[in-house]
């Protein structure tokens, strides 16, 4: 066990609430909570992990607030340490008193994510499971919730262990055969060490394979909608919003920066990205909205493109008609924009007048279907981590290596091998470094 100091927070949301709770966490938790606390019994006494009602008295006697408290004896705990929870009275200002109460009685004030960092030193929980904390914490979709609990429950974790594992099991029947040559019954050889390798590489590839998935439910699926100028592309974004996001007028160039807007659709999360109109034009600001509106085109997972029905057939439509997933020709109202039909091919296509609603709905199945036609399916070892999945893609580097290796020297591979095994372990934190695990933890919340 990490030998630390002993921290305090209060893990619920600041402002007002019926209750709040404050968690302290370390060696000195129970000596610190004696001292604020009373009750019928004997502190010592108290049960752990049992709720006992009593009051938080300040220096001078003076009751603060009546509270349950959960006395929690290490190591059943989430860290792994003693902890003290108090349940008070949810004001800040009670808060705040009882806070700097333990803060006077000798506990630090907990940095973000510090419970859940001791959880991670003291063993209780991997580095990806970590990770997992925060993103239930911060899931906003059911869809999200269920990707984060998966993670949380350790199935990654597992997988990657297990292909570590495997490279463990090849280094060492290496090093047998570099070290005694003479047992031959034990000795690898190159053709051997290759086909192994493959066969971790292919899990590996596996675990990636529906990464992008993972992505869209940890951080919502991208989509741009994109088009010529004053083609009711706000318009857009606003009904699907179900409110004034992005300011709709009758001058074309209205929209000029990106404007973002996230859903929640039938449990998925979505990021609906409003877009500067594509023309050629003078106008300095505008130009810029454009380059946006470009790299946003090649960011996002969907790509809506909105065109007004009256609109010209020209070359550039045709481009911007390429890059579409799906092509909204609106302002049916006005013209049937039937002279794009030829144009148009295989791409899919819908048909609205969207100042009337008409065609909303059409483009909300569309995106659904997209994410529930078994694109977007959570598996019990969906990667959803980008830092995950950038150490798993130079594990399978430094595998290929092994794989297209022209020298005849084991030894060679065994430092590719050994490569591969740091890179995954840096997922579930056997040899992350101090930097990467300050930047996860950095990210979290006070309190968790
Ligand atoms: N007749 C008709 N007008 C529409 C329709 N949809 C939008 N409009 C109007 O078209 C104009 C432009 O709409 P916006 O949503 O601002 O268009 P935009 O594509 O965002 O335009 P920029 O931001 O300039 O690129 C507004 O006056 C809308 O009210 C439609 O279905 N029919
Ligand atoms: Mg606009």
Redesign the pocket.
């Known amino acids: 066990m990490i030998k630390s100091n002993t921290i305090a927070a209060v893990s619920t949301p600041p402002g007002r609430g019926g209750i709040a709770v404050i968690r302290i966490s370390g060696a000195k938790a129970f000596h610190i909570a004696r001292e604020v606390f009373t009750c019928s019994q004997n502190f010592d006494e108290i049960i752990s992990h049992q709720m006992t009602y009593g009051k938080i008295i300040d220096e001078n006697n003076k009751l603060i607030d009546q509270v349950l408290l959960l006395k929690m004896k290490s190591p059943r705990t989430y860290t792994r340490e003693d902890i003290i929870e108090i349940h008070c009275h949810g004001g800040s200002e009670v808060t705040k008193k009882i806070l700097n109460l333990l803060f006077k009685k000798g506990a630090a004030p907990a940095e973000p994510g510090e419970f859940t960092k001791r959880a991670f030193l003291n063993g209780r929980i991997d580095l990806s499971q970590a990770e997992a904390v925060m993103d239930l914490i911060n899931s906003e979709t059911s869809k999200s919730e269920q990707a984060a609990i998966l993670q949380l429950e350790g199935k990654a974790g597992k997988e990657i262990k297990k292909i570590r594992k495997e490279i463990v099991d090849l280094l060492s029947h290496i090093s047998v055969t570099i070290d005694y040559p003479e047992y031959e019954d034990d000795a690898i050889n190159i053709r051997e060490t290759k086909i192994k390798t493959k066969a971790i590489m292919k899990e590996l590839e596996k675990l990636t394979e529906n990464f992008e998935t993972g992505l869209i439910l940890r951080e919502g699926l991208n989509i741009v909608i994109y ?1 010529p ?7 857009l974004i606003n009904k699907l919003a179900g409110e004034e996001k992005a300011i ?3 001058i ?4 000029r920066d990106i404007i973002e807007v996230h859903l929640n659709m039938k449990g998925y999360p979505v990021n609906l990205y409003d877009t ?2 594509i023309r050629n034009t003078d106008d300095l600001i505008e130009n810029i909205g454009i380059e946006k509106t470009k790299n946003a085109i090649k960011n996002a997972s969907l790509s809506i493109l ?1 065109i007004d029905a009256a609109e010209k057939d020209t070359d550039e439509i045709r481009t911007l008609i390429n890059q579409a997933s799906v092509i909204v020709i ?2 049916t ?2 013209d049937s924009g039937n002279k794009f039909n030829e144009v148009l091919g295989e791409k899919d296509v819908i048909r ?5 609603s008409i065609g909303v709905e059409e483009i909300e199945k569309y995106i659904i279907d997209y994410l529930e036609k078994g694109k977007v399916e959570i598996t019990e070892i969906t990667l959803t981590n980008q830092r995950h999945k950038r150490h798993v893609d130079l594990a399978l580097e430094a595998l290929q290596k092994v794989i297209e290796e022209n020298e005849q020297f084991l030894d060679l591979f065994a430092v590719d091998l050994t490569e591969a095994l740091e890179q995954l372990s840096c997922i579930t934190g056997e040899s992350a470094g101090e930097d990467i695990i300050e930047n996860i933890f950095k990210n979290f919340c006070v309190g968790k």
């Open positions: 088009g100028p004053n083609a009711g592309k706000s318009t709709v007028t009758h074309p160039g209205t929209t500067a109109g909105v609106n302002k109202d006005l609205t007048s969207l100042i009337n």
